[in-house]
């Protein structure tokens, strides 16, 4: 779909690269790039594509992926072997959003591509935000650390998550009907629990093809 987030993937490895290739076309919302093997090639396709985000290895034929990074003006997530702390500390002085260390399973890099996916709503078509914002986009980053915000659910936003039973999907309608709420409603309710970590969105294609959201809670 034209609005999916377009990944490029730079390994030097052609079998690794398209594997993740089929790991990140897995994931509703995002599309793969044909992965870029060197740097000199992966800086080519950045000028000519804008990818929105880059999956970078530190070991590339032409150059350090540490150093590449240095150069691009891209969303950048490390997937690479090199596990030592320095290049750890390096990869997020330079401005990488995350650092998944190979071999790692698809599991893995969807969790970082749905974290990465709510940090871009969160900061989408704003042109200021405010601290609680930043937070809570930082904490889609690693929903692993507690919210900088710590706010408390309202009563309709507790029953839209209760709404959502596990091992099932709704639509936007579905938690409406069900919570007793307008549908634009429970969607506003629905988006702001997806941007805190709380909600995974999928897509459905209908007789039509256009996507349908659904949405399902977050397993434990």
Do not use: C, W
């Amino acid at each position: 779909m034209t609005n999916d987030l377009q990944v490029l993937i730079v390994d030097d490895d052609f079998h690794v690269g398209r594997l993740h290739a089929s790991y990140v076309e897995a994931v509703p919302g995002f599309a793969a790039l044909p992965p870029a093997g060197t740097a000199e090639q992966a800086l080519r396709v950045v000028h000519a594509r804008e990818p929105d985000l880059i999956l970078l290895d530190v070991y590339l034929p032409d150059a350090l992926g540490l150093d590449l990074l240095r150069t691009l003006d891209v969303d950048v997530i490390m997937l690479t072997a090199a596990a030592d702390a320095a290049s750890v500390r390096k990869a997020l002085r330079r401005g990488a959003l995350g650092y998944l260390i190979k071999p790692f399973t698809a599991d893995q890099l969807t969790r970082k591509l749905r974290a990465y996916a709510r940090y871009r709503r969160l900061l989408a078509n704003q042109s200021a935000v405010d601290q609680d914002t930043v937070e809570r986009a930082l904490h889609a980053l690693h929903p692993g650390e507690a919210p900088g915000s710590g706010r408390a659910r309202s009563a309709t936003e507790t029953s839209v998550l209760e709404a959502l039973e596990p091992g099932t999907q709704k639509s936007a309608a579905d938690v409406a009907r069900q919570v007793g709420i307008s549908r634009a409603t429970a969607q506003r309710y629905l988006s702001a629990l997806a941007d805190d970590g709380a909600v995974e969105i999928h897509l459905r294609y209908g007789s039509t093809g256009r996507p349908e959201h659904r949405y399902g809670p977050v397993g434990p």
